[in-house]
């Protein structure tokens, strides 16, 4: 009854991923292009936090009494220590008022830019453990029978936007394996939806949905502040707070709302920017990493950057025909030409601060920064852990891992995982989909054996 509600709102934060944005001639380039600096506005880090922890930029929920009777029947969660009416709730969830002073429940940006580590939370780091999977029509029917039969008229009327998105966005939100992300197909569902410059909700589409859905990885939010522009493809430029509040299109009843909601988001990337990556906690061999910096430099710097004492950060966009990476993310969803449209005339590119998408034809060369804690990597999660990242002809096919007890895996610094000959459940990734792929990334591959295992030693330094 609450899982649905999970997966709309909270894929709903993903939505930053892609709203907003101004059409764009840029050509799509041969070869790698660096990305000029993008200046943010200013804004108080403690603020921020707190509005990211206890905000109502999500407006409507499921009522806080009808969360009490089904968290009984939830695994527990850590929670953030936060007092007064979220004392205990789940890290990724915040009760707060609806604008009809309905006590609700709602997800938070938690729900996928944090990943319970043992019994903490990494606030920042993508959730890598999601489970997109089933279809939830089923659990949004019991969820609204639950509003009809528990609810006050007034709690009943707090649900109504989340209810009506749900509806509309749940036949195209099942994904083929755990752990990848939706963000960009319900991007796609909401912009169909939605009036570009007033944001009133259509209840017939306006554009075309496309039936497949490509995944995402969730990358960490502490390399934000090294990158002059957002997403896989570095297609996000101009206000990076228009992006980030873009949850709220999951919800808003106009662009009065959505601009509330704005006036606390430079607080919030003011936060984002102040998160550091947590340590390697397991012992380093200083002599091997030493060598692994000097091969890193040599052979990773021009794309990833240097750290330490000289530490520079190059900003480059890398074309799909030289990293060679699933291109299907590419051009699905609001990459294509209506999308695109869509966002050229809407809100977030409007005013003296807009938002604007700037097309292109490959990924950005992130920056490396506790780069050990955020497996599995490429854009799409593909790949397990370091090692096989650094040697492709190790990559699995089919791989499975433990969605209930996950285990990381030291050495080879990733998800403890099982080479499968085929896809037998949906814990099983399968990199044969269109969308899935491992391949790509093949740069690790001249290196030696030994030369791959000083990188990744250096690695675990960053």
Request: charged share 20%.
């Amino acid at each position: 009854m609450i899982k649905w509600t999970t997966i709309i709102v909270y894929s709903g934060i993903m939505i930053f991923w892609a709203c907003a944005a101004k059409l764009s001639s840029v050509d799509l380039y041969a070869e790698p292009q660096k990305l000029a600096p993008n200046p943010q506005h200013p804004g108080n880090a403690v603020t921020g936090y707190d509005y990211l922890v206890t905000g109502n930029y999500i407006k409507s929920g499921v009522p806080y009494s009808i969360y009490k009777r089904a968290q009984k029947f939830q695994a527990p969660k850590p929670d953030l220590n936060r007092k007064g009416l979220n004392t205990g709730i789940p890290y990724d969830f915040t009760r707060v008022q609806a604008p009809n002073g309905a006590d609700i429940i709602v997800p938070n940006c938690l729900f996928c830019h944090a990943q319970t580590w043992g019994d903490s939370v990494i606030v920042g780091l993508g959730n890598s453990l999601s489970d997109y999977t089933m279809p939830q029509d089923a659990s949004l029917k019991m969820s609204e029978l639950a509003l009809k039969v528990l609810a006050s008229e007034e709690e009943r009327a707090s649900g109504t936007n989340l209810i009506r998105a749900g509806k509309a966005a749940f036949p195209y939100l099942v994904t083929a394996s755990k752990g990848v992300n939706i963000a960009d197909k319900l991007t796609a569902v909401l912009a169909a939806h939605r009036d570009p410059a007033s944001f009133l909700w259509r209840e017939k589409p306006a554009i075309q949905i496309p039936d497949e859905v490509i995944p995402t990885d969730v990358p960490a939010w502490w390399l934000l502040k090294k990158k002059n522009a957002m997403f896989y493809n570095g297609f996000g430029r101009g206000d990076f707070s228009r992006f980030l509040m873009a949850a709220n299109l999951l919800t808003v009843s106009d662009t009065s709302e959505a601009s509330e909601v704005l006036s606390h988001f430079d607080d919030v990337l003011a936060f984002i920017y102040a998160i550091e990556p947590p340590r390697y906690p397991q012992p380093i061999n200083e002599s091997r990493a030493l060598t692994g910096q000097s091969i890193f430099e040599k052979n990773c710097s021009k794309c990833h950057g240097t750290y330490g004492h000289v530490a520079g950060y190059p900003n480059l966009l890398i074309p799909s025909h030289i990293i060679k990476t699933d291109s299907a993310l590419l051009t699905s969803n609001f990459s294509s030409k209506p999308y695109l449209e869509w966002f050229s005339k809407s809100w977030f590119t409007m005013g003296d601060r807009p938002a604007k998408l700037e097309p292109f034809n490959g990924y950005i060369a992130p920056p490396l920064d506790g780069v050990w804690v955020t497996a599995p990597y490429l854009h799409n999660g593909s790949v397990p852990n370091l090692y096989t990242l650094l040697n492709s002809k190790e990559r699995p096919t089919f791989w499975e891992r433990n969605f209930d007890n996950p285990q990381y895996n030291y050495q080879f610094v990733g998800w403890e995982y099982e080479a499968k000959d085929k896809q037998y459940t949906k814990s099983t990734y399968n990199t044969t989909l269109r969308g899935y792929g491992n391949h790509g990334h093949y740069f690790g591959d001249k290196l030696s054996d030994d030369e791959r295992w000083a990188v990744i030693e250096y690695l675990k330094t960053l």
